[in-house]
């Protein structure tokens, strides 16, 4: 009976010191440091064919249909690490790269949504990334996309990237693309 009640009033000990044990600490209110802007001007290479893609079809749906003939069929899904450049050249001097995933979303028009993680890997801002995930209508010439977060001196960034197609070979998929990204951050 003893060893009960002793057992007893330890679980109860336990029980009121768990939360003095939390996994948090006490909310203070959260001041955000000043919001700082930044533009930045790049070229990204989507490169499907040839002997070192930067983009690779890792899902593909099962199906025949006329979108069969395009390079980038309904459904399809791609992981890419596209170079990024300061010119629209690969030997203009690479920066960094977007690594992600762009899956084609449009039966009626080709479109992608894109998920990339665009990081710097040369000057002020090496070890940074943004991120963008939006839809990308790539048959148009010029395009928005949402960016949606980042890390490093992009942490809790958000913005906006204007696209506009360099360089497109339908044929392939291959295309070079100018990026003028306006970066919102702390």
């Given at each position: ?48 064919s040839g002997q070192n ?6 899902a593909r749906p099962n ?56 990081g710097f890997t040369q ?64």
């Amino acid at each position: 009976m003893e060893r009960r009640l002793i057992l007893t009033w330890v679980l109860v000990l336990c029980t009121a010191m768990a939360p003095c044990l939390g996994y948090y600490s006490h909310s203070k209110p959260y001041v955000p440091p000043r919001e700082k802007v930044t533009k930045l001007h790049f070229f990204f290479h989507d490169i499907i064919s040839g002997q070192n893609p930067t983009a690779i079809l890792v899902a593909r749906p099962n199906f025949t249909t006329a979108f069969n003939d395009t390079p980038i069929p309904f459904g399809s899904v791609y992981a890419t690490d596209d170079p990024i450049t300061v010119g629209p050249n690969l030997t203009s001097g690479v920066i960094g790269n977007a690594r992600g995933l762009w899956t084609s979303t449009g039966q009626d028009v080709l479109t992608l949504v894109v998920y990339w993680d665009i990081g710097f890997t040369q000057g002020k801002f090496n070890g940074s990334s943004i991120s963008v995930f939006s839809r990308n209508p790539i048959t148009q010439t010029e395009r928005e996309l949402a960016i949606v977060g980042g890390r490093g001196k992009f942490r809790m960034a958000k913005g906006f990237a204007q696209l506009r197609t360099y360089f497109a070979d339908f044929s392939t998929g291959d295309a070079v693309v100018e990026c003028n990204a306006t970066v919102i951050h702390h």
